[in-house]
Every structure is written in structure tokens, then in C-alpha cells.
């Protein structure tokens, strides 16, 4: 004669193995239909060009973009020629800032001479410039200051059979200051796209 402990032992195999067979199923049905495919980001706002855009740690007009052989000091390091993207950028940190490569950056640039191994971490698919400029005097860029507005032209490089391009994918990157949750520490973090904008681009190359 069976004993009752092991009819309670059966039953309890049946059920964890139809519970378990269900699972598998809504697993696979969820599977199927895409439930557990990573939710792509919200496309950024489009802003216009002058637009100002006023977001933290910075401020960003775009004013415009061109092509242009010189643009000395900065040095081709190909027989190709730059695109720039000027923009007044303005520091809304209490701190000075020594990232202005990732204030902004553009997509789907064809032609590009330099290689971009390093993804960029607040415009993922989209390219940080090969070099930054200050548009009053043509120093490199390394330190941007609160409460001092400056005109950079952020430039890229493109190769000399590279196809002008008539206007330009631009991404402006925010940062959000919130305490890091593994140092408890107050940082800026999460660099994101928070607007984007189509900026035509005009052909100054046969101007030097």
C-alpha cells in the first residue's frame, strides 16, 4: 500500500513540472515576439540652428557648419579637408570643464579620413571631432570656463575624394549630476543625446 507521503510527493512533482512547462512556454511565446529585445532610446528632441539649447553641464548654440581646405593651426594629417561645426558652447557647472569632446559629435558622416576606434560614450554610433578649436584665435581647446561663452569649431576630417556632404547629423550631449550609486558620491553621469539638429553645410575650401 502506498504511503500518503509519497502520493503528497507525486503530486507535488506534477505540478512543479506543469509549472515549470508553462514557464517555458511564455518564455519562448515572449521570446518570439520580441519582449526581450532591448528597448532602443527615445530619439533626442531636433532643435533648430541658433537654437540656443540650455541644458547642464553646458549651453550649446550651433551657428553653423562648413568644408574648408586651411585651417591653420590645426593640421590635416591626410590631403583631404575639414568639416566644421561652429557652436557657442557656455559652461552651466560651477567647475571648469575638460571634456569638451563629448559636448557634442555627428552621425552618419561618410568619408571620414581618421579612424574612430573608441565608441563614444554619450553618442553611441555617432563620431566625437578629431579636433576643437577656439573661433576668436584657432588654439586647441582643452579648458572651458563657467559664466565664459566661447565659439569652437568642433572639426573633423575628411578624405580628399570624400563626396561634400550638404548638411550634417549633429547630436548635443547632456549629463545629469546625481550621486554615483557604487562611490555615494555626487558626479556628473548618464552623457546622453538631448537635442539634434540637420545643419546645412557650406563649401568654403576654394576660399584658402
Same mark, same amino acid.
Given at each position: 500500500?502506498?504511503?500518503?507521503?509519497?502520493?503528497?510527493?507525486? *503530486?507535488?512533482?506534477?505540478?512543479?513540472?506543469?509549472?515549470?512547462?508553462?514557464? !517555458?512556454?511564455?518564455?519562448?511565446?515572449?521570446?518570439?515576439?520580441?519582449?526581450?529585445?532591448?528597448?532602443?532610446?527615445? $530619439?533626442?528632441?531636433?532643435?533648430?540652428?541658433?537654437?540656443?539649447?540650455?541644458?547642464?553641464?553646458?549651453?550649446?548654440?550651433?551657428?553653423?557648419?562648413?568644408?574648408?581646405?586651411?585651417? $591653420?593651426?590645426?593640421?590635416?594629417? $591626410?590631403?583631404?579637408?575639414?568639416?566644421?561645426?561652429?557652436?557657442?558652447?557656455?559652461?552651466?557647472?560651477?567647475?571648469?570643464? *575638460?571634456?569638451?569632446?563629448?559636448?557634442?559629435?555627428?552621425?552618419?558622416?561618410?568619408?571620414?579620413?581618421?579612424?574612430?576606434?573608441?565608441?563614444?560614450?554619450?553618442?553611441?554610433?555617432?563620431?566625437?571631432?578629431?579636433?576643437?578649436?577656439?573661433? *576668436?584665435?584657432?588654439?586647441?581647446?582643452?579648458?572651458?570656463?563657467?559664466?565664459?561663452?566661447?565659439? !569652437?569649431?568642433?572639426?573633423?576630417?575628411?578624405?580628399?575624394?570624400?563626396?561634400?556632404?550638404?548638411?550634417?547629423?549633429?547630436?548635443?550631449?547632456?549629463?545629469?549630476? *546625481?550621486?554615483?550609486?557604487?562611490?555615494?558620491?555626487?558626479?556628473?553621469?548618464?552623457?546622453?543625446?538631448?537635442?539634434?539638429?540637420?545643419?546645412?553645410?557650406?563649401?568654403?575650401? $576654394?576660399?584658402?
Amino acid at each position: 500500500m502506498p504511503h500518503p507521503g509519497d502520493r503528497r510527493l507525486r *503530486r507535488w512533482l506534477l505540478i512543479a513540472s506543469v509549472s515549470l512547462c508553462l514557464l !517555458v512556454a511564455t518564455a519562448a511565446v515572449v521570446g518570439l515576439a520580441g519582449g526581450f529585445d532591448p528597448v532602443p532610446p527615445p $530619439e533626442p528632441p531636433m532643435v533648430a540652428v541658433d537654437e540656443r539649447n540650455e541644458g547642464e553641464p553646458w549651453t550649446v548654440t550651433v551657428d553653423g557648419a562648413v568644408l574648408a581646405g586651411n585651417l $591653420e593651426p590645426a593640421v590635416l594629417q $591626410e590631403d583631404g579637408y575639414w568639416l566644421a561645426v561652429i557652436a557657442e558652447v557656455e559652461i552651466t557647472d560651477v567647475e571648469s570643464r *575638460r571634456d569638451a569632446y563629448e559636448i557634442l559629435c555627428v552621425r552618419d558622416v561618410v568619408g571620414l579620413a581618421r579612424q574612430h576606434d573608441e565608441p563614444s560614450e554619450g553618442c553611441p554610433g555617432a563620431v566625437e571631432a578629431d579636433d576643437i578649436r577656439l573661433v *576668436r584665435d584657432g588654439s586647441a581647446v582643452t579648458t572651458l570656463h563657467p559664466g565664459l561663452p566661447e565659439r !569652437v569649431a568642433y572639426l573633423w576630417e575628411l578624405a580628399a575624394d570624400a563626396e561634400p556632404p550638404a548638411e550634417v547629423r549633429v547630436e548635443i550631449v547632456g549629463e545629469t549630476y *546625481r550621486e554615483d550609486s557604487l562611490t555615494g558620491r555626487m558626479e556628473w553621469l548618464d552623457p546622453a543625446p538631448r537635442a539634434q539638429l540637420l545643419v546645412p553645410v557650406e563649401d568654403r575650401r $576654394e576660399e584658402g
